[in-house]
């Protein structure tokens, strides 16, 4: 479980790297039937990276402490840490907070494994960007009010709430999300009625 949080994290810290390129590469074809072929790849790279920063955040959430077994006793110990740290912005009430704790990470590997399977991509490309809107929306009022707390996000090192927090999260993880959202809705509404030979890779249609 530990290598598959690894990799988790890896994606999560580093893959949008893989979606701005997958991006420069769309918008260096002109021909319609090419721009159709990178946006899939686009697409299908994209919900592989969204997917795994919420699989991350789950895993985070939801791992036990070190040297504890995984098992439903050990979750909810980290779950119940966790709905401190949500405690901690001082939002919501301490029953509120323990609600949004035992919640969050389970719709968060809902919402991972949704964006990965591709299924109505254009939908959970969607509510992906409003949860991360929410996340950042919850760190900057927290820095605005001066609170030094860890912004809870459950991926990658802890990060304390604040510009730091909000850049990477802006950059890692919103950027991405849009990128795909737009994207599935742009493929949605393309013509799909292009040719065999102008897709990178096929034969030439016979006449």
Not at 140 to 161: F, H, K, M, N, T
Not at 166 to 172: A, H
Request: aromatic residues 14%; contains cysteine; glycine residues 10%.
């Amino acid at each position: 479980m530990d290598a598959l949080g690894s990799v988790l994290n890896w994606l999560a810290e580093w893959g949008f790297i893989f979606v701005l390129v997958a991006l420069t590469a769309f918008f260096c074809v002109r021909r319609p039937a090419q721009r159709r072929y990178f946006m899939r790849v686009l697409l299908l790279i994209g919900g592989i990276v969204i997917g795994s920063i919420f699989l991350a955040a789950a895993y985070g959430k939801l791992k036990p402490l070190a040297g504890f077994p995984w098992t439903w006793a050990s979750m909810k110990t980290s779950i119940a840490l966790f709905a401190i740290q949500v405690e901690s912005y001082h939002v919501v009430s301490a029953n509120t907070a323990n609600m949004i704790a035992h919640v969050l990470p389970f719709a968060e590997l809902f919402l991972g494994l949704w964006l990965i399977s591709g299924i109505l991509r254009r939908y959970s490309s969607l509510v992906a960007c409003l949860f991360f809107v929410g996340f950042m929306i919850a760190i900057y009022s927290a820095y605005r009010r001066g609170l030094a707390i860890d912004c809870g996000c459950g991926v990658g090192p802890p990060e304390q709430a604040g510009p730091g927090a909000l850049l990477r999260d802006g950059l890692r993880f919103l950027l991405p999300s849009l990128i795909v959202c737009f994207g599935a809705f742009w493929i949605r509404k393309q013509p799909a009625g292009a040719t065999t030979a102008e897709v990178p890779g096929s034969a030439p249609a016979s006449r």
